[in-house]
């Protein structure tokens, strides 16, 4: 491996880490179905984190209500969240990554990193980081390869479990282009259901589609984008800048709905309590608030505004507040969650930085 070596782009993704993480610590539990969700009681109202791939296999996903997926697996082992644990892990696995020969080091998430290298065999440099991972940790991972991040990123998913799998602009349209649109990184079910209103269906549709037809349904910037993906192309830099926050949000799920206005409203100012904390020690301004809203049984609307730069805690509970007003009243609330966002370190303001009174 040489400065003059071909560049690629590796995506490290963790093996159902969250479940892995906890067989280790509970070494009867290996091959057994294992969800881990909530504080780990189906009968009350939390959702899926991860499920191992025993617990897959009986359609067990994250994200689904912790009540469903005890029913479709009912033999499963039902494990309550216990994020220090996966953020040790993390912190295991990425120092593991930054040890690598070469290696730039991007990191996604607990479980995620991209890798920038220099080498002739790819995946001969997989299959070592793998074994490093492996004897450091005893996590398994997967690697995708790819020219660019976003091939690098669908490509791992073809590498799953415990392998590896290499998407270029060679192969790129042979091996997605009749795949649905939502397959694509950064495309969801919205924005799947939007472009096959226009009758895009495929990853090829999307990358041959009319820019005219993607600019009037998503705008100039985002329309593009989607197209761009859909070619695999974009960056190729790995950037190993630590990652900041744009923001802090919480969120909770009530156990019985909420209908009285004074009960959401103290539960809106209790979750911005929290938030204004978690952002305490960040040293930014706010310069926007959300609300996330989900009415029973499971409908969920998110509502945004922006506001102007501040420190100010009463500012952010009364822009929130102007938010809450906004709930449609007499209809029972499930979960209601708080955002703040903040300016970026590189943001410029007019020149001008708020006095940091209040804060």
């Known amino acids: 491996m040489t400065g003059h070596a071909p560049a690629w782009v590796l995506h490290v993704d963790l093996d159902q880490f969250i479940a892995a993480v906890e067989v280790l610590r509970r070494p009867e539990l290996a091959g057994k179905p294992v969800i881990v969700g909530g504080r780990g009681d189906p009968t009350e109202r939390a959702v899926v984190s991860t499920a191992s791939y025993e617990a897959r296999e009986f359609g067990v996903g994250s994200g689904m209500p912790l009540r469903i997926a005890a029913r479709k697996a009912p033999d499963a082992v039902i494990l309550p969240v216990d994020a220090p644990a996966y953020t040790a892990a993390s912190a295991e696995v990425m120092a593991t990554l930054r040890e690598q020969p070469g290696a730039i080091v991007q990191v996604l998430g607990w479980d995620e990193a991209f890798l920038g290298v220099r080498t002739e065999d790819p995946e001969a440099y997989a299959r070592h980081v793998q074994a490093a991972v492996l004897a450091r940790t005893r996590l398994h991972c997967s690697v995708g390869i790819g020219d660019t991040l976003v091939r690098a990123k669908n490509a791992t998913g073809f590498g799953k479990p415990r392998g590896t799998f290499r998407l270029t602009e060679v192969n790129w349209l042979g ?19 939007r472009l096959a209103a226009h009758d895009i269906l495929t990853v090829a549709q999307l990358a041959h589609a009319d820019e005219a037809v993607l600019i009037a349904e998503f705008g100039p910037r985002m329309g593009l984008w989607y197209r761009q993906l859909a070619r695999g192309d974009g960056s190729s830099v790995v950037d190993d800048t630590p990652w900041v926050a744009r923001g802090h949000g919480r969120e909770t799920t009530f156990q019985q709905d909420l209908v009285k206005r004074a009960e959401i409203e103290q539960a809106a100012r209790d979750l911005v309590a929290q938030v204004l904390e978690d952002i305490a020690a960040e040293g930014r301004p706010v310069v926007g608030v959300g609300l996330k809203v989900r009415y029973a049984p499971f409908s969920t609307k998110t509502l945004v505004h922006r506001i102007p730069a501040t420190f100010d805690r009463d500012t952010v509970l009364a822009e929130t507040m102007k938010l809450v007003e906004k709930i449609e009243p007499d209809r029972p609330l499930r979960l209601l969650g708080v955002r703040a966002e903040m ?17």
Do not use: N
Request: hydrophobic share 30%; glycine share 14%; aromatic share 6%.
């Open 175 to 193: 091996v997605m282009g009749d795949r649905p649109t939502m397959e694509l990184w950064g495309v969801g079910s919205k924005i799947s259901k």
């Open 343 to 359: 300016a970026m370190p590189d943001d410029a303001r007019d020149g001008h930085t708020p006095t940091r009174s209040g804060w």
